[in-house]
């Protein structure tokens, strides 16, 4: 009997011990959409304050950085400064409709949340969001979808025209070389200047004139646009 | 203390217990020797209800096909579909799944599910096929969109579990969203259901959503009521046997 106890104390010691935070994941995102790419893409984990973007908020200016330009430098230094452990460019560049960027792997010390962002291009403002996903603390493999949203920031006027800059109107390119000319613009009545779940883009089938740039054909999407799996080791 | 004194109970009344039936055993071996053939358990089978629900506005669904199979997988986003797929997706016929290596078995619903329907499937399955399920149809006023379930293990669902999913609308990748005239085989055309040309990007895609006739595709034969948007399809299984 005494020996029991003994090994039931050990056995209890042992499960106090067990829900210790760190966690070995290996991550992988797909591009779920029929004609648009993702930007690089930025991951952070973090604890449970802390976020890249929060729908129903206004993007800061390291967002909308992202969101109109695929820049995301500030979004890095910032997440670095708040002590955030952070994969930046994980796919090395853009990442096209289709392709999966796999094995990344992020040892999550004592962070307890994650969250993942990259612009979708061609368009204004839209960019792929997770925001502050709770790090599940039981092994496992974790499938999650993720939607686009608007930053808010940027009438969606759907025309190419090289603006990348906050600030500047107009879709930087579209990668895919299936991007129109001489749209009219579409005319945004939106007045939600916070981050929201975007509306589609609209497109048209003239790629010389038209009010957008965009393809109907090729560039709509429904949500979600990204599939994110984690691999809780 | 008591609980152990009642453990220490219970183990010698379940030892009188086997000894008692090692002599019944023993005596019925002395009347007359027969061969001894070890007992075969007859296989059971597992047997699940499936019940589905159309979520869309005017995209009837093809008749729901369950495929039972080995470590294959239905779809794959990214990958080109298989036949199999690119015919259920052109057309609605989930039949060529069968003829499928590491396919156990497929199991087809009643008949087209209208919009806003459900239908309750039964799914008797093999113990050893229960590991690796899939649920296909089509919404057939498209070219090539389909949703389900894809590669789903039901080893872990006990009698009276119930397990519920939702589908995003997938693109086959195989056949162009051209909306045109004879190309859809669903009520809003009557049209073409497979063929073998793949003039897509031919990758399993999320559905980018239908465009239709009012939203300024001018050869579409579809209005804004056939758009959809995601989740398009609602899976319920529960296990009852």
């Known amino acids: 009997m005494n020996l029991n106890k003994v090994s039931m104390i050990l056995v209890l010691n042992g499960l106090m011990i067990a829900p210790t935070m760190a966690a070995e994941l290996e991550i992988s995102i797909t591009n779920l959409t029929h004609g648009n790419h993702f930007t690089p893409i930025l991951i952070t984990a973090h604890d449970n304050m802390s976020h890249q973007f929060q729908a129903g908020e206004m993007a800061t200016p390291a967002l909308q950085k992202m969101a109109e330009g695929g820049n995301i430098a500030d979004l890095m230094s910032a997440a670095t400064g708040n002590n955030e452990l952070v994969v930046g460019n994980p796919a090395e560049g853009l990442l096209a409709a289709g392709k999966k960027v796999d094995s990344i792997m992020l040892d999550t010390q004592t962070m307890t949340h994650l969250s993942i962002v990259a612009m979708v291009l061609p368009t204004n403002d839209a960019f792929i969001g997770l925001d502050a996903w709770e790090i599940p603390t039981t092994p496992g493999t974790y499938t999650i979808n993720v939607n686009a949203y608007d930053a808010g920031t940027e009438a969606n006027d759907e025309i190419i025209n090289g603006g990348g800059m906050p600030g500047s109107p107009g879709i930087p390119a579209a990668p895919g070389m299936d991007g129109g000319a001489n749209g009219t613009g579409v005319s945004d009545t939106s007045g939600n200047d916070k981050v929201h779940i975007h509306p589609g883009v609209l497109g048209d089938t003239d790629n010389a004139g038209g009010n957008s740039d965009l393809d109907s054909r090729i560039h709509r999407w429904l949500n979600p646009v990204a599939r994110v799996v984690v691999e809780v080791k | ?241």
């Open chain 2, 1 to 241: 203390m008591n609980t152990f004194k009642t453990l220490a109970r219970n183990k010698l009344v379940l030892a009188s217990a086997i000894t008692a039936s090692l002599l019944l055993t023993a005596c019925s071996d002395n009347d007359n020797k027969p061969e001894v053939v070890p007992p075969t358990p007859p296989v059971v089978n597992q047997v699940y209800t499936v019940t589905v629900t159309n979520l869309t506005a005017n995209q009837p669904m093809s008749p729901i096909t369950l495929v039972a199979h080995d470590d294959i997988s239905a779809w794959q986003v990214g990958a080109p579909a298989s036949l199999a797929l690119e015919t259920l997706a052109e057309s609605g016929d989930g039949s060529m799944f069968s003829s499928m290596d590491d396919v156990g078995s497929v199991t087809v619903g009643q008949g087209i599910l209208m919009p806003g329907m459900s239908e309750s499937i039964e799914l008797s399955l093999a113990p050893d096929d229960v590991d690796s399920v899939s649920i296909l149809t089509m919404l057939v006023n498209t070219n090539d969109a389909f949703a389900g379930l894809n590669d789903f293990s039901l080893d872990a669902l006990t009698v009276n579990q119930m397990m519920s999913f939702r589908s995003i609308a997938y693109d086959a990748g195989t056949e162009a969203n051209s909306e045109a005239k004879g190309s859809l085989p669903g009520p809003a055309d009557g049209g073409e259901g497979f063929n073998a040309l793949r003039d897509d990007v031919d990758r399993v895609h999320a559905h980018p959503g239908v465009i239709s006739q009012d939203d300024g595709l001018t050869d579409s034969v579809l209005s804004a009521s056939h758009r959809f948007d995601n989740p398009v399809l609602t899976i319920k299984i529960e296990r009852t046997q």
